[in-house]
């Protein structure tokens, strides 16, 4: 009971405000306790977590106590990778994960200090988490990790050689084949993105600035056909199955006038003015939404 006659004494580190129905004592705020103490109290809780039945109530309770009195572990491992790009916030989310990871998988008779245990799966769960969303484009992990091993080879052949190793050479030091290589070359151009608002070298006149935006890519054409597309829509639900069923053999299966009578059992004809009446009520309801 001395750890929890601690916790009680360090008014800025959670107070114990009585016994759970698990035995444990109530801490009104474990995210407040102490380092020390929150040592001595996650031995307790994890002594009973080993006992409880995973899903029930007094469980969840166990589990939830030693995540928030553990919390300082994460801020701890975070504050490492404070002069990255990401928020502090999001990187103790992260590391979070790895925190619940390492109280799911602790066991109190491993004998050692569950810090110990801990800090390994916050910061893996941390470093793994910038390995996958510091590339410019998503790669398959297997690739990310080509990359690397590709760029030391290449280091060490350059060094021993002195100069560019083929892909040969490098698919024999990295015990990779040929494609293999070359497909971690390709996922290498991957790792870096240019801006497209990015200015290119000047060229043109000196008032002239050109981007990167201006150079590359054309217009779509089939861009133009999204807004027909969501305006025709609404009109087209408003017709009935009949209706419905020409436009979809006419413009989509692309039938002939002809093939399209002999599938309704009418002439040619007929089947010309039904659809020019469609069209016509179409073209109406997309120049004036309020026609029906």
Known sequence: MAAVTAAQATATAGEAVGKHETGLPVIDDPSKVGPKDARELSRQFFDRLAMLEEGTHEHQYVRNTLIEMNLSLVRYAASRFRGREDSLEDIVQVGTIGLIKAIDRFEISREVEFTTFAVPYIVGEIKRFFRDTSWAVHVPRRLQEARVELAKATDE?????????TTRELSQLMSL???EVIEARKAANCY???SLDAALAPGGAPDEKTVLADVIGEEDPSLELVED???LA???AEFGERERRILHMRFVEELT?????GHLGVSQMHVSRLISRIIKRLRAGLLDPDVA
Do not use: D, K, V
């Open 157 to 165: 052949l350059r060094s021993r050689l002195g100069r560019t190793p």
């Open 177 to 179: 084949s040929e494609e």
């Open 234 to 236: 609404p009109l087209i």
């Open 192 to 194: 870096n993105s240019a």
């Open 229 to 231: 597309f969501h305006s």
């Open 257 to 261: 006038q002809s093939e399209i009578a």
